[in-house]
């Protein structure tokens, strides 16, 4: 299972547009990128998930360059009920497997 | 189409005796999966059932834990002489047949005292 590398923390202030870039250069070829967010006392909940270039749903954007040894959560606009941590994982699509969680950016959204 | 349901939300016990956790999974997936959570930090994958079958339990102590899926009811977690380590959150996530997707329960808080 590919391991993935993120930002502990960020900052941010409301309006603004995030971009939380995570690494996972061991990604397999059948491999996709998912994004989950979990707030406090809550079950992580799926944000978006992709395999190459750019993939966006109604609450985010996701960056995945052509190596895909890495990509990039966008979320736009942030306000404060944005506030969460952030999960970057990486496995196959049509497999049940775990996912192997890190510990994820915790993401601060201020006033 | 009613999410992932735990229950109980909220579970005390005392050292030595038995957690019973259950799952049940959004309708139509048949693939479960159980995670552990301590505080402040990411969650910790324990075991993968199907209907009536274990996939993966790599993730899982080798004593006093189990976990079932049965042809019909919830998947259960079961810990037998629970210690204080074993305080945590515990998340229960559901798939459809043939996708990754998981859906994820709001997790039982499990404190033993």
């Known amino acids: 299972l590919a391991k993935t590398t993120q930002p502990i923390s960020m900052d941010s202030y409301e309006g603004q547009e995030v971009n939380i870039t995570c690494s996972h250069n061991n990604i397999a070829t059948n491999d996709y990128i998912t994004w989950y967010q979990q707030f406090p006392s809550q079950g992580p909940r799926f944000i978006i998930q992709g395999y190459k270039t750019k993939v966006t749903n109604e609450v985010a954007s996701l960056f995945i360059p052509a190596d895909r040894k890495s990509s990039t959560l966008s979320l736009p606009r942030v306000s404060l009920s944005d506030t969460a941590v952030y999960y970057c994982?990486?496995?196959?699509?049509?497999?049940?497997?775990?996912?192997?969680f890190g510990p994820g950016t915790r993401l601060s959204v201020l006033p | 189409n009613a999410g992932v349901m735990q229950n109980p939300r909220h579970l005390v016990r005392r050292r030595g005796q038995e957690a019973r956790l259950r799952c049940s999974p959004m309708k139509g997936h048949s693939h479960v999966y159980w995670y552990r959570q301590l505080p402040e930090e990411g969650l910790k994958f324990m075991v993968y059932?199907?209907?009536?079958?274990?996939?993966?339990e790599s993730g899982m102590p080798k004593e006093r834990f189990s976990a079932e899926f049965p042809k019909e009811g919830p998947s259960i977690l079961r810990i037998q002489q629970v210690v204080r380590g074993d305080s945590a959150a515990y998340f229960c996530a559901s798939s459809p047949p043939g996708l990754n997707e998981q859906f994820f329960g709001p997790g039982t808080r499990l404190t033993v005292l």
């Open positions: 994982l990486v496995g196959e699509k049509n497999y049940g497997q775990n996912f192997v």
């Open positions: 059932l199907q209907k009536e079958n274990i996939i993966d």
